[in-house]
């Protein structure tokens, strides 16, 4: 199967700084990578699309410039909430398809962040 | 965009019995239906999927049905047992994107 890595597991921050979580794919090569949020309870909402060499495409109502995200490389996404405030507090998944795929997203252990 | 709307919300079976979650699609392009089961606190986890040139698909005790006339999909879980007690999404693709919608979820709890 493809694995997909996710650090840190959880974060714990002050109101106003700034967290940057990685994800990285183990033994697969991802161009595009995905970027969810899950609040407690709820679905899984889509943030970003992340390209591999090209600015992140983001969904409908989300800040990019509070959700920085870069693609560097064909098996590393990074995602920086930057002024993180209480309400950031989230379940942050990020995932993969392996090039060429379509379809099945394979999926990081998750971030959980807690802003006091 | 898509939408995907998932039923129930919330269910419960005695250990044994079966099971069934039922979601709704709106994009009639969208060619690709996963099921992904959630522990708490951890990655979801794709058990089944299936694709719109198929109605059905099983593996052992899930299967999964597509209606695409009527835009729906279903899970079917059969002889649950305590452990499959989790959260479960549906999720379609669109043919052309990347990125898949997910349903709102339903909480599986399987009583023994």
């Known amino acids: 199967g493809a694995v997909v890595s996710q650090h840190p597991s959880w974060v714990i921050c002050k109101s106003g700084t700034s967290v940057k979580i990685e994800c990285r794919s183990l033994?697969?090569?991802?161009?595009?990578m995905f970027w969810y949020r899950q609040f407690p309870k709820q679905s899984l909402m889509l943030m970003a699309t992340?390209?591999?060499?090209?600015?992140?495409?983001?969904e409908q109502g989300v800040e990019k410039d509070k959700f920085l995200i870069n693609h560097a490389s064909l098996t590393l996404s990074t995602l920086t909430v930057t002024s993180a405030h209480p309400e950031d507090s989230s379940f942050y998944i990020c995932?993969?398809?392996?090039?060429?795929?379509?379809?099945?997203?394979?999926f990081g252990e998750g971030s959980r962040l807690t802003v006091l | 965009g898509e939408n995907v709307e998932q039923h129930p919300s919330t269910l419960s079976v005695q250990e044994g019995d079966s099971a069934v979650i039922k979601c709704t699609y709106s994009d009639s392009a969208s060619n690709y239906f996963p099921w992904y089961k959630q522990e708490l606190g951890k990655r979801p986890q794709l058990i089944i999927d299936i694709r719109s040139n198929v109605g059905e698909k099983k593996d052992q005790r899930i299967a999964v049905t597509l209606n695409k006339t009527a835009k729906h999909f279903s899970l079917h879980i059969t002889e649950t047992q305590p452990e499959d007690s989790a959260v479960y999404f549906c999720?379609?693709?669109?043919?052309?994107?990347?990125?898949?919608?997910f349903g709102s979820g339903t909480r599986l709890q399987v009583q023994p």
């Open positions: 992340s390209n591999e060499g090209s600015k992140a495409t983001y």
């Open positions: 033994d697969f090569q991802a161009t595009t």
């Open positions: 995932s993969a398809t392996r090039t060429g795929d379509t379809g099945e997203l394979f």
């Open positions: 999720a379609s693709l669109r043919a052309g994107r990347r990125a898949l919608t």
